[in-house]
């Protein structure tokens, strides 16, 4: 069994900062490629960022890259998304996602699933 927790959404301006924070429940976390996907109303889910079991190869959708970083600390196992520079199209609910196997950006290559968390940029 695989439980995912996120945290650290929330309401923000244009410019500003967030963290979120992914808690995994799982017995081995390095064994695991985790991502994070957003899906706003309307709108399919999409993929993020993702990253290996190592940290050593990570991915960023193109609307995103050189805005947010993801990151993993194995020995809490948690992963992180850190969001800069957020924009109103950055509103979504974000998810966190695990799967067993090699870095992925489909959302039927994960078969775990956190809560979401909810984050709104206002202009």
């Known amino acids: 069994q695989v439980q995912l927790v996120e945290s650290g959404g929330g309401l923000v301006q244009a410019g500003g900062s967030l963290r979120l924070s992914c808690a995994a429940s799982v017995r081995t976390f390095s064994l695991y490629t985790m991502g994070w996907f957003r899906q706003a109303p309307g709108n399919e889910r999409e993929s993020v960022a993702a990253?290996?079991?190592?940290?050593?190869?990570?991915y960023y959708a193109d609307s995103v890259k050189g805005r947010f970083t993801i990151s993993r600390d194995n020995a809490k196992n948690t992963v992180y998304l850190q969001m800069n520079s957020l924009k109103p199209g950055d509103t979504a609910v974000y998810y966190c996602?695990?799967?067993?196997?090699?870095?992925?950006?489909?959302?039927?290559?994960?078969?775990?699933w956190g809560q979401g968390t909810q984050v709104t940029v206002s202009s």
């Open positions: 990253i290996n079991w190592s940290g050593g190869n990570t």
């Open positions: 996602a695990a799967r067993v196997g090699q870095l992925a950006i489909n959302t039927y290559e994960y078969p775990y």
